[in-house]
């Protein structure tokens, strides 16, 4: 016979129980540069979708600066409860071989949920500069060493060591200005204040569309689909150059494995979903997802990739 003691302890513990399973709050996502550019991009989109199935808000906080190093420090040191998720892409693992010391593990300090996305960067240039392939901006950076300038999101991007490559590559000298972010390289590029730079296809699309950036050539191993016409780099003269940008997302080191798992397969089914992967294509980006086990393995690949690729450019941050 169930007593009315018993009946009232199961009715108080029932919202008790229903408080704790996640989410039961906002998420804050972290995204360690500046809004519009190409990890913002595919956070707020990731988001809107997770919001939708899970039915609680996924909230953007972005913190850019150092390299996407502010940011990431940030969600290492949040709380390791399932409420702070950071999504990031190549910085993650290239700051590790271009700073002396980092306030952060890249691999140990963060449990890793899920790859997102995969697109390739594309070499962009002021459209009223004579400058309509890579082959043109080699010549003209032979003939006037160190007078062309160009851009990064910021020191140590995937951006900046790509360019670097590029210099190594083709033997040019031309002059770095980092940014705090995308966007504003787009605008001084627009604006003529300099002449090229790497972005992801994600943002500047829809620039090079409108006719307000030129696409010299793509990164990646084959053409972008969001750009067809624009030529890989490898094609364009320098062989074996295979560089892509990709957004993944990590909850700080600790969270509770059970909530790894459930976002792991959540962001695994939202990023199936038709019209995730339709704006994703828009933004020329490929959608991947997979399991924490698949993103960590991953994530130790780009370890050893970026690290040869810092080797290889002799750049350093500090």
């Known amino acids: 016979m169930v007593t009315r003691r018993a009946m009232l302890a199961a009715a108080l513990s029932a919202p008790a129980l229903a408080q704790e399973a996640w989410p039961a709050r906002p998420v804050r996502v972290i995204v360690p540069f500046a809004a519009g550019g190409g990890a913002d991009l595919v956070a707020r989109a990731v988001s809107a979708k997770l919001q939708e199935r899970l039915g609680r808000q996924f909230v953007i906080d972005n913190r850019p600066g150092g390299a996407g190093n502010i940011g990431t420090d940030a969600a290492a040191k949040a709380a390791p409860d399932g409420y702070t998720l950071l999504i990031t892409g190549p910085s993650h693992v290239n700051n590790a071989h271009l700073f002396r010391s980092l306030p952060f593990d890249p691999i140990r300090g963060f449990a890793p949920v899920s790859l997102l996305t995969s697109a390739p960067y594309v070499l962009i240039a002021d459209p009223a500069l004579p400058l309509r392939s890579l082959g ?151 959608a991947i997802g997979g399991t924490p086990a698949d993103f960590a393995r991953f994530l130790e690949q780009e370890m050893r990739v970026w690290g040869e690729a810092v080797r290889q450019t002799g750049a350093r941050l500090d």
């Open 136 to 286: 043109d901006l080699v010549a003209a950076a032979k003939a006037r060493p160190g007078a062309l300038s160009y851009g990064s999101a910021g020191n140590g991007t995937a951006g900046h060591l790509a360019m670097e490559m590029i210099k190594s590559q083709a033997g040019i000298d031309m002059v770095h200005v980092p940014y705090r972010g995308s966007p504003a390289v787009l605008t001084d590029i627009m604006g003529g204040r300099i002449a090229v730079a790497f972005d992801n296809v994600l943002s500047s699309a829809p620039g090079i569309a409108a006719g307000q950036l030129r696409g010299l050539a793509v990164s990646g191993a084959r053409r972008a689909p969001a750009l067809p016409e624009v030529p890989t780099i490898a094609e364009s003269g320098l062989p074996g150059f295979d560089v892509t940008v990709w957004q993944g997302a990590l909850f700080p080191a600790g969270t509770d494995p059970a909530i790894v798992a459930r976002l792991g397969a959540e962001m695994g089914l939202a990023m199936q979903a038709p019209d995730l992967r339709a704006r994703l294509a828009e933004l020329g980006a490929e």
